[in-house]
């Protein structure tokens, strides 16, 4: 389960990367080329909208379906276990966010640059 959050921790890092670099002062020349690059991986990086919402749906799923772990009958090993759970849920919904909010940042930025 682990290795889905680290391909979307990688992706959201390249996104962050690539929004940098579009956004940074740089001659027009090497401006336009990385600018056709990236428009050239737009359309193939579109995958990380479904995967990120599939992976939404799946944390929403397992909230709802989770144990609660409230009262006297819960040790404290249950209890940090119960809450680094739920650290861990929202760590990865801010990751999917992020992620989409990304790649929708970074499909405007190009339009910007050329008109």
Not at 33 to 44: A, E, K, M, N
Not at 105 to 112: E, K, Q, R, T
Request: hydrophobic share 55%; charged share 15%; aromatic share 14%.
């Amino acid at each position: 389960m682990a290795l889905q959050w680290m391909i979307l921790t990688y992706v959201v890092a390249a996104e962050a990367a690539i929004a940098i670099l579009l956004t940074l002062p740089s001659p027009k020349a090497i401006k336009s080329r990385f600018v056709s690059l990236i428009s050239l991986t737009l359309q193939p990086s579109l995958f990380i909208i479904p995967f990120a919402g599939f992976q939404l749906l799946d944390i929403y799923w397992k909230n709802e379906h989770r144990l609660m772990c409230t009262g006297e009958i819960c040790t404290a090993a249950e209890r940090d276990r119960y809450e680094r759970s739920i650290y861990k849920a929202q760590r990865n919904a801010i990751l999917c966010v992020a992620a989409c909010l990304l790649y929708w940042y970074i499909c405007l930025i190009p339009w910007d640059l050329i008109f």
